[in-house]
């Protein structure tokens, strides 16, 4: 895959990296001479110095051609017009921006970038998830498939504790994909299988019903 | 009519001064107050501190009424980011935008965007100035015309 990668900071820095590690021709688009001679020195020829909102610039470096381009420079509208450029005149099928305000997810999706990611966020949810009293945390979001896996605690308060699986009205779209007990292995959860405190139960559902499947699974 | 700027460069700033003194409500917003001193003493509009590519921002400056809104920072993405903000999320009638690059100027207008490129727009002009005979300054000399 043709990768182009916008913002040789920190973050497009170590994404060259692993990119580069699993075999993809990547090239990164650094405004900053400094920059890009030291990446340059390290890791051969794959940064190239230009702006990466530039149409001009971007058709020099075949994005044309280009599988995905992901715009992680630290600012919101240079990450949002590298990703509209890219789309627009030089049809890439795939454009991600990262976000720094996390408000600006919205408005990126309506204005045709396809994945948006807040390291904001990112650092909220895993800071959530290390709190024990947390009912319900989003592991991973399907965007395209508009779902997200969800991982919901059951606490001795729960009053579907002792409750079978198939007694549960679930929202629609919501599936119980693994149910991983206190003490013991994960398992698959069966119609039969009864909740215990414990339980984390891990859920495929929409971001609509994400909060009706965590009051259902745990009776609050 | 209620017209937001965003940017009070030389540009805003008089912009605002003049739409001021035609009679329309006028907000000046920009993200360093020291900017407001190019601000007439004689301005009857509101001038406030905030970012213009952030919704709360725009919020306080009253863009869910406002009529227009015309984008003059120094940044062709910011002033492009907060004109699609305005169009697409709070449904400004009217929202103008200023791009210094003449290509990414082409883009947005042809995405819908009402655009004005200062590059061109100066361009152009001063390519007419050079077309123009020089009468007035020395006559009887050569050039000019071609």
Redesign the interface.
């Known amino acids: 895959m043709y990768i182009i990668v916008i913002g040789g900071g920190r973050l497009g820095y170590y994404l060259l990296k692993a990119l580069l590690n699993e075999g993809h021709e990547v090239l990164v688009l650094e405004k900053d001479a400094r920059i890009c001679k030291t990446i340059t020195e390290e890791l051969g020829s794959v940064c190239f110095r230009g702006d990466g ?4 610039t971007l058709a020099e470096v075949g994005t044309g051609r280009a599988d995905m381009l992901v715009a992680v420079t630290g ?4 990450n ?2 590298a990703c ?2 890219a789309k ?2 030089h049809n890439v099928p795939r454009t991600i921006a990262r976000l720094r ?1 996390p ?1 600006n997810a ?2 990126f999706k ?2 045709g970038v396809d994945v948006t990611i807040s390291a904001t966020d990112i650092i909220l949810e895993a800071i959530e998830r290390e709190v024990p009293t947390h009912p319900a945390t989003e592991l991973l979001s399907l965007e395209e498939k508009d779902l997200v896996i969800v991982d919901v605690k059951i606490s001795p308060e729960s009053t579907t504790v002792g409750k079978a699986v198939k007694e549960l009205t679930l929202p629609k779209g919501s599936k119980l994909a693994l149910i991983i007990p206190a003490e013991g292995s994960a398992r698959a959860p069966a119609p039969a299988t009864v909740l215990q405190a414990g339980d984390q139960i891990i859920a495929v559902t929409t971001p609509e019903t994400k909060e009706a499947l965590q009051a259902a699974l745990r009776g609050i | 009519m209620k017209i937001i700027i965003m940017g009070c460069g030389r540009v805003g700033a008089r912009l605002a001064s003049l739409l001021d003194e035609d009679g329309h409500e006028v907000i000046v917003l920009d993200n360093d107050t020291y900017s407001f001193r190019r601000l007439p003493a004689s301005f009857g509009g509101t001038a406030l501190y905030g970012n213009g ?3 709360e921002a725009l919020k306080k400056a009253g863009i869910e009424d406002a009529d227009m809104f015309v984008a003059l920072t120094q ?4 002033n ?2 907060a004109c ?2 305005c169009k ?2 709070f449904e400004v009638p009217r929202v103008m935008c200023r791009i210094y ?1 003449p ?2 100027e082409e ?1 947005y207008s ?2 819908g965007l009402e655009t004005l490129s200062p590059t061109k727009i100066f361009a152009q002009l001063l390519r007419e100035k050079v077309g123009e005979s020089p009468e007035k300054k020395a006559p009887g000399k050569k050039g000019g015309k071609k």
Request: overall charge negative; some cysteine.
């Open positions: 909102c530039e149409a001009a600012d919101d509208e240079d949002l017009v509209q450029v627009h005149k305000n408000q919205a408005l309506k204005l | 590519i952030d919704e940044g062709d993405n910011r492009v980011m699609q903000i697409h999320i690059d290509l990414r883009m042809a995405l």
